[in-house]
């Protein structure tokens, strides 16, 4: 691999300038084609197919992953052909990630669909027509994409997070034009292959499609748990363990999810998950203080602890560091010396931010006041919020490509809440504006981070990010409204679970009833969760990185079912493995699990995500 990467030494003795410095003479390549009329439109088309991935794991999980690493095996295989028969030339290293940038962006913009907007639906009864949920959609991923850049300076300049599936779509992209172009179709081979094995599957688990197409016996139970409940019920101190989520599922796209994780982080979510799932929630099931024994009930005890410990986890890491908050406001001020900023030429400016966060952020206001009855204050109120909200997410995404959607809702509910007492649909919507653009904005950090490790120009994929914020709208909102077709009573139904969107609503619910009704146990799961998070980041500091448990990760558990947890940590487990076994780099164990193990998982992921959205659709339209 060519790529050059600071050591973890540098990374934590050099200063931002001499890092940014280090970047400038070794990485950067400001000649090479970036951006183009082909890039663009390839992103474009790309991205509004695959952002459908994001649709479907949103459906079923509530959080997004992003589909950069399809969108680049995809397009450099399509012009790889496209080259061989003398149409066109292959694709630069760097055009191939300008197209990224933007069907990433395309994927990321659907985070609305799975929470507030759903939620906001359930709450008044009324389906928002599909025009407006397309421009408010389009809106708030373009403020994130305002807020995201300004921070791009501290967590990929200088802390180097890791941003997994930023990583994995960079290492890709290295291999696939430095290699041969036998290895570029290699990995288009090993993409398509898990994606089919994961469409397989998927398919293989849905009776209905089974029994139409004559197959029925071949069909796959959801769980595999489900073959001993068969035979006997397991219990956890009276409780079963399906009914606490402790589940083996047979869909294998979570276990690819897990395979772009780092496998101390997928063991901290795993460690927080068998705490939660194995001793505290059937203790508060025995207690009574979990009265109703669903995943819902449960989540709603669960999330404030966890919340509370990627919360402090999360602040304490960004403000360890308050240099870099005070270098953002000395360029806002233009009272930094130019010597201290190498890229000042190339990064996107701090006016056009600044300018872009005013102006987006009183179009929303507008919007919010004028469609959803928000009143100005409290729609403004939420623009400085996102900030704060964004370290937390960024932190998260940074460290486990998952953005936690879940643990933001909650705080920006409790806030609200407070403002806005009993007024559920208002409690929504401003929570919305700050959660789904805090969101935006970390997974856009996500891929800003293969534009750095290659030597892209940062202004070019911010125009990227915004044409894929227009992009992926007009395909994910129609297919959304196609899903359920204006019926909401679909929403939280067995095929669109929407566990975001039901999580938001319930919040909002409890919060119109006042904070005080929180039981006491939640209140010091919430203290708790708060000071291990900061536990956890200090000994990280104390440590230099090699502390080996997570706050972020092992607050996330605490949000998710355990299902979702183990096949996450299975997956990365299982890509570990693979890795310490498999020494010989001429195997093809080595070559398909560790050389191309981002490919591999992408691959599962896109297949299993897309066959499974054609699947919802086909049941709700041809089998209903």
Not at 297 to 305: H, L, Q
Not at 337 to 351: A, C, R, T
Not at 368 to 392: C, G, N, Q, R, S
Not at 409 to 427: D, E, H
């Amino acid at each position: 691999m060519s790529i050059k990467e600071l050591s973890d030494e540098q990374i934590h003795t050099m200063s931002l300038q001499e890092k940014d410095q280090w970047w400038f003479k070794n990485v950067y390549k400001g000649d090479m084609p970036q951006l183009n009329l082909r890039s663009a439109l390839s992103g474009m088309i790309l991205g509004s197919i695959l952002c459908l991935t994001n649709l479907y794991v949103g459906i079923r999980t509530g959080w997004t992953l992003g589909v950069g690493i399809t969108s680049v095996i995809l397009s450099y295989a399509l012009f790889k052909t496209f080259a061989r028969f003398k149409i066109g030339d292959e694709m630069s290293i760097l055009e191939n990630n300008a197209m990224q940038s933007i069907a990433t962006s395309a994927g990321y913009m659907t985070s609305p669909l799975m929470a507030s907007i759903p939620a906001y639906m359930m709450v008044t009864g009324e389906v928002i027509p599909m025009w407006r949920t397309y421009i408010w959609a389009v809106c708030l991923c373009l403020l994130g994409v305002f807020f995201a850049f300004p921070l791009k300076k501290k967590y990929i300049n200088d802390d180097q997070l890791p941003f997994p599936e930023g990583r994995a779509a960079g290492i890709v992209l290295d291999n696939l034009h430095e290699g041969s172009g036998d290895d570029g179709m290699l990995k288009a081979k090993i993409l398509g292959a898990g994606a089919l094995i994961a469409a397989i599957i998927e398919t293989m688990r849905n009776e209905k499609i089974m029994e139409m197409i004559k197959l029925k016996f071949l069909t796959l139970p959801e769980y595999w748990d489900d073959l001993v409940y068969k035979v006997f019920t397991p219990t956890l101190l009276g409780t079963p363990l399906k009914d606490l989520t402790i589940h083996f599922e047979t869909s294998i796209v979570m276990m690819g999810t897990g395979g772009l994780m780092n496998i101390n982080t997928a063991m901290s979510m795993m460690l927080g998950g068998l705490l939660n799932y194995f001793i505290l929630v059937p203790s508060m099931i025995q207690s009574g203080v979990i009265s109703t024994v669903t995943y819902k009930s449960i989540v709603m005890w669960s999330m404030w602890g966890g919340a509370a410990c990627m919360t402090t986890s999360s602040l304490f890491s960004f403000f360890s560091k308050p240099e870099i908050i005070l270098e953002a406001f000395k360029k806002l001020r233009g009272t930094q010396e130019k010597k201290q900023d190498p890229l000042e030429k190339i990064e996107l400016p701090m006016w056009v931010s600044g300018v872009g966060v005013l102006g987006m952020g009183t179009i929303i206001v507008l919007l919010a006041h004028e469609w959803f009855h928000v009143e100005y204050w409290m729609a403004a109120l939420a623009i400085p919020l996102v900030f704060v909200f964004t370290i937390i997410a960024v932190t998260s995404t940074g460290l486990t490509a998952i953005t936690p959607g879940g643990a933001l809702s909650k705080l920006t509910q409790i806030t609200y809440g407070v403002l806005a007492p009993g007024n559920v649909p208002v409690n929504l919507l401003s929570a919305g504006i700050t959660t789904e653009v805090s969101l935006s904005a970390s997974n856009l950090l996500m891929d800003i981070k293969p534009g750095y490790m290659l030597g892209g120009k940062p202004r070019h994929q911010a125009i990227g990010h915004v044409l894929g914020c227009f992009a992926g709208g007009l395909v994910a909102v129609p297919v959304f409204y196609l899903i359920f077709h204006n019926d909401i009573s679909l929403f939280t139904s067995a095929k669109m679970p929407m566990p975001g969107a039901m999580v938001w609503k319930g919040v909002s619910e409890v919060l119109a009833k006042g904070i005080s009704n929180l039981h006491p146990s939640s209140q010091v799961a919430v203290a708790v969760g708060a000071l291990f998070g900061i536990v956890c980041e200090v000994l990280q500091r104390k440590t230099k990185g090699k502390f080996p448990i997570s706050g972020v990760g092992f607050g996330l558990a605490f949000l998710l079912p355990f299902y979702n947890t183990l096949a996450m940590a299975m997956g990365s487990f299982i890509f570990w493995w693979f890795g310490k076994r498999c020494t010989d780099k001429n195997s093809r164990g080595y070559k398909i699990m560790v050389e191309n193990q981002e490919t591999l998982a992408a691959g599962v992921i896109a297949g299993g995500s897309i066959i499974g959205i054609v699947l919802i659709i086909l049941e709700n339209t041809v089998l209903s």
